[in-house]
């Protein structure tokens, strides 16, 4: 009954943000690199934030530094949305919001300065990722509902690391969100601040069990984005690209921009090859290696990942 309520909450906060986004003329409007075609409204993602500060309601003792940075990264992100923000203060509140999980999850009490400053990397560099990756249809609420969905699981079944309702209330965003969002004419975008604000709850889970479990390997609850991300930077710096500005370069982007497959059935794939790797990853967790688990998972998603220079070469 609670999730219920929380679902018909949630739904009722992204009809009034549509009125306001009307009024206001929040909307996207595609360009050459896009990979809709029509005028969107934008920014519908801000149901995330919503959903945090439902929970933070309830759990105001345990839950402020996270819903405080959430807050902030949410707040530029919109404002980007509205009216473009320089990226160096993009970075500079990124950078400000993540001090504060590290600080909440204890991190820089229980590991050395070095791994500290790799981890504030790995995080803003996996933040902008599930950035670049919100382009098509229901991308970003598939993929999300399969990583909460898997660390709800962990939660559950292997390690507890968090209130299992924290990681719920996001999974019943993202529902929402896709009723909206996962259509062939989409009613909204998520908009930077939705990316931004599930990839920053994401990462403060994620980050929370690899504490908790003193293994690295729950990254590769993200392998799909990670690979597909840094594999698309290194090619457009080979291409000597600005890889701040807008392209259509992805894997995804191919697939639905150049051959034309239809965008809800890419962000399927996308979700069903995460939600395999997921699945490897429990089942081998501690039975293999960690970096064996890393080798079997990678190297095939490098493979396909390869295959998009195949596709240009036929489209060119």
Not at 69 to 82: A, E, M, P, R
Not at 159 to 188: E, H, P, W
Not at 304 to 310: D, M
Request: aromatic content about 16%.
């Amino acid at each position: 009954m609670q999730y219920t309520i929380l679902g018909i909450i949630l739904m009722i906060i992204m009809l009034l943000y549509f009125k306001v986004a009307d009024h206001f003329n929040i909307i996207d409007k595609p360009n050459q690199r896009s990979s809709h075609t029509e005028i969107t409204l934008r920014g519908g993602g801000i149901i995330f934030w919503f959903a945090a500060l439902l929970y933070f309601a309830q759990n105001i003792e345990t839950n402020f530094f996270f819903f405080t940075g959430i807050t902030l990264v949410s707040l530029v992100s919109f404002w980007d949305d509205i009216q473009s923000l320089s990226n160096k203060i993009r970075i500079s509140i990124h950078f400000l919001s993540i001090t504060l999980i590290f600080f909440d999850l204890n991190l820089f009490t229980f590991v050395p300065i070095w791994i500290v400053l790799v981890s504030y990397v790995l995080a803003i560099g996996l933040i902008n990722a599930y950035n670049f990756m919100d382009g098509i249809n229901g991308i970003t609420g598939l993929y999300t509902l399969v990583v909460m969905g898997s660390l709800l699981y962990v939660n559950t079944k292997i390690q507890l690391f968090t209130d299992g309702v924290f990681i719920i209330y996001a999974m019943i965003a993202s529902l929402v969100f896709l009723f909206f969002n996962y259509r062939k004419k989409a009613k909204c975008f998520a908009g930077d601040v939705g990316s931004i604000a599930i990839a920053f709850w994401v990462i403060y889970l994620v980050l929370g069990l690899i504490l908790k479990t003193e293994s690295l390997i729950w990254l590769l609850f993200l392998a799909v984005y990670g690979v597909d991300a840094v594999c698309t930077i290194l090619h457009r710096l080979y291409l000597k690209q600005n890889i701040f500005e807008a392209h259509r370069l992805h894997l995804y982007q191919v697939l639905s921009n150049e051959y034309k497959i239809q965008h809800r059935l890419v962000s399927l794939l996308y979700a069903l090859a995460q939600t395999g790797i997921s699945l490897i990853v429990i089942f081998l967790y501690q039975k293999v290696q960690d970096a064996i688990i890393f080798v079997i998972v990678i190297l095939p998603l490098l493979f396909l990942y390869s295959s998009k220079f195949y596709l240009l070469k036929k489209v060119i």
